[in-house]
């Protein structure tokens, strides 16, 4: 099915609403057409398109509410799925905590779409697998990967007289290189809205290059070490805590950032004073929708600065409950950085250990955020500036709080989405003293 319009968007919209007998009703339109391609052992082994459109309806009479979906948009399938949605919000228990719909916003676009992303077509997928499987073949080496590049269109609107539309593109890439004895092993990991910022063979030359790098590793004793986190480690780390930065839990005493005997840390230095994360729907590198799933329009917000908590993440009825101002879910995270690359990085430690990325990351402590998981794909020891020799990986116990408490330099922030966060987030490398590597994996 082709993409709705705004139009089109607005059209069935209205005419769903305009269906609708009850207090309330909400319409969420959403498609998109993914294409992609993967391999393994140096060979495509699947490739395709998938495009599907949804509507999304959501009634309430009072505080009872129903929900009902639907990929039809004839007058008689939109009609019906509304009739659904009232009939399961009449049999609904009441909800406690219902919130009505917002009232009408105003929503500032945000440059999410690039039409060269969404002209992405078979060849130029085929182009991508092929850059790293031609030059791994020339080096001995397997290659596996994972090319998707998305186009989509999102659009919402309710009885209130709300409505935004919006349409987005992004492309993710990922490429695992191993050694035919399967003792080396690099990864590199791409994520971006605009294809004229990919370069497919750069990708893979990273890949590439840990791969030859990480045979015969050695092994170190466990312990705490300075390490340089690539961002691609770091985000997975990070993203864990600042999923945790949520006021309700905070306050019901569930997480780091609750204060004894009741409470939250709002206004606490809890990290080093370089700490500087934030939220903006509008950042050219990592731009999303101008709206969260409420429809509450997002804004630019300090989550951190200069290490103090700076602001929560509260839900409607918890900012009711609170009597504070409702704000809208942020769509991304950023870090401030500076102009360093990961090799100035490296230049810059006397001995150190890289890591490329973390995985298998697992919640020991909500209290203090510690965390559980392995080094994978590259994992290198640093002497004087310089990359000495491979090490085999560690598994380690440590918090994002601890260690960004403990930075001693930042690189240069990089885009990059993380298996363990739902947003995307520009997020430096970074060298960090005494991370607590707690035993040794023979994976490689």
């Known amino acids: 099915m082709k993409q709705l319009t705004q139009e089109d968007a607005k059209r069935i919209s209205d005419k769903v609403l305009s269906y609708s007998k009850a207090d309330e009703c909400t319409v969420q339109l959403n498609g998109n057409r993914t294409g992609n391609i993967r391999y393994a052992r140096n060979a495509v082994s699947t490739s395709g398109v998938v495009e599907d459109t949804q509507l999304v309806v959501a009634v309430a009479f009072g505080k009872k509410q129903g929900i009902a979906t639907i990929n039809e948009f004839d007058d008689k399938s939109l009609e019906k799925v509304v009739r659904r949605a ?99 092993s690099g990864w590199v ?50 993203g864990v805590m600042l999923g945790s930065f949520d006021a309700r839990s905070a306050d019901e005493g569930r997480s780091f950032l609750s204060k004894k005997g009741g409470g939250n840390r709002l206004g606490e230095k809890l990290f080093d004073e370089q700490v500087n994360i934030w939220a903006d729907p509008w950042n050219p590198d990592v731009p999303v929708l101008p709206w969260d799933g409420s429809m509450l329009p997002r804004e630019r917000v300090d989550v951190i600065k200069n290490g103090r908590i700076n602001a929560l993440e ?86 994002p709080v601890t260690m960004l408490n403990n930075i001693e330099e930042v690189g240069k922030p990089v885009v990059i989405a993380g298996d363990e966060v739902s947003y995307q987030m520009l997020i430096p490398a970074m060298k960090v003293r005494d991370f607590n590597f707690t035993s040794l994996s023979d994976a490689v």
């Open 189 to 238: 990991k791409r994520s971006i809205g605009d294809v004229n910022r990919f370069d497919a063979r750069e990708a893979a030359d990273v890949a590439i290059e840990k791969a030859l790098r990480s045979v015969d590793a050695k092994a170190l004793e466990p312990g705490r070490y300075t390490v340089i986190l690539e961002p691609a480690a770091t985000s997975e780390l990070i």
């Open 86 to 184: 009232e009939d399961l919000a009449r049999l609904a228990p009441e909800n406690p905590e219902f919130m009505s719909a917002v009232e009408k916003q105003t929503y500032k676009a945000t440059p999410t779409f690039v039409q060269k992303t969404a002209d992405i077509d078979p060849e130029f997928r085929a182009q991508v697998a092929a850059y790293s499987i031609e030059a791994c073949k020339k080096k001995n080496l397997v290659a596996a990967g994972f090319f998707t590049d998305v186009s989509a269109f999102t659009a919402g609107a309710n009885s209130n007289g709300v409505f935004g539309y919006q349409r987005e593109t992004g492309l993710d890439f990922t490429c695992t290189v191993r050694t035919e004895d399967g003792r080396g």
């Open 314 to 399: 509260y839900s409607r009825f918890w900012a009711q409950k609170q009597k504070v101002a409702a704000r809208a879910g942020h769509g991304n995270m950023i870090m401030a950085g500076t102009d360093k690359s990961t090799e100035e990085l490296i230049a810059n430690t006397k001995k150190g250990i890289l890591v490329t990325r973390t995985w298998y990351i697992r919640m020991v402590d909500p209290q203090s955020v510690l965390l559980t998981g392995l080094t994978r794909d590259g994992t290198f020891y640093i002497e004087n500036g310089k990359i000495m020799y491979p090490v085999k990986n560690f598994r380690f116990n440590e918090s």
